[in-house]
């Protein structure tokens, strides 16, 4: 079965600290997402990639930073974090353009 | 600009009745609509999708219903369980276009009273 894994789950940081979300994922899939969710907003694209080594804006990327070093992993990195970046991100990969995305757990960042 | 928009925000029927959540989007491009289910503290998982070539989709209880010309479509659930309760995503791309990303709308919330 399809896995994309999250680290870690729950993170607390302090505003102006820098902050590093990773995603594995098991899939051997080529496409990689950060989405972001906030209640009301639904889910919205942050950074994608879709081979390593590689990133692409997606539609909110101000304040984002988004790292592939292979295919299996993908990193969201907020250098200057804030308190509106206090959300719940999730990862996900697909094998294709926007086949069948398959989502991990989430990370629930609060930002202090 | 929201291009895909879900209502109700939240929906509340009893068991056993057909739940129906509401979906409409603005760019005539989109071809792909895919349905994602997200119970808490879990992440979104593909429910059931369908390409604007069809009218109708369906899967067990699930059935989507696509009106191209309206650029509308709705997914119902019926005999509604109460572990159906949960978040329901609209989704769209246009594939035949090369769209390498989703667009999802803000979600229905469901609720199943037994």
């Known amino acids: 079965e399809a896995a994309v894994t999250q680290s870690p789950r729950s993170k607390v940081a302090v505003t102006g600290g820098k902050v590093t979300l990773s995603c594995h994922q098991t899939n051997n899939h080529d496409y990689m997402y950060w989405y972001r969710q906030d209640t009301g907003h639904g889910l919205r694209l942050i950074h994608y990639?879709?081979?390593?080594?590689?990133?692409e804006k997606g539609d909110i990327p101000d304040g984002y930073k988004a790292s592939r070093p292979s295919q299996e992993n993908f990193s969201l990195i907020l250098e200057l974090a804030s308190l509106s970046q206090t959300a719940v991100y999730f990862c996900?990969?697909?094998?294709?353009?926007?086949?069948?995305?398959?989502f991990g757990k989430g990370t629930r960042l609060t930002v202090v | 600009q929201q291009q895909v928009r879900q209502s109700p925000q939240s929906l509340t029927v009893w068991e056993g009745e057909t739940a129906i959540l509401n979906c409409s989007y603005e760019n005539s491009a989109f071809d792909y609509f895919p349905w994602y289910q997200q119970f808490p503290g879990e992440g979104p998982a593909l429910l059931i999708s369908?390409?604007?070539?069809?009218n109708k989709k369906e899967d067990g209880r699930f059935t989507i219903f696509f009106n191209k010309r309206e650029k509308k479509l709705s997914l119902h659930i019926a005999d509604s369980q109460p572990g159906d309760s949960a978040t329901y995503f609209c989704a769209a791309s246009a594939r035949a276009g090369g769209a390498d990303r989703l667009t999802f709308g803000k979600g229905t919330q469901l609720i199943i009273q037994p």
């Open positions: 990639s879709y081979v390593a080594d590689s990133t």
């Open positions: 996900a990969s697909s094998d294709y353009k926007n086949t069948e995305v398959f």
């Open positions: 369908i390409l604007s070539v069809s």
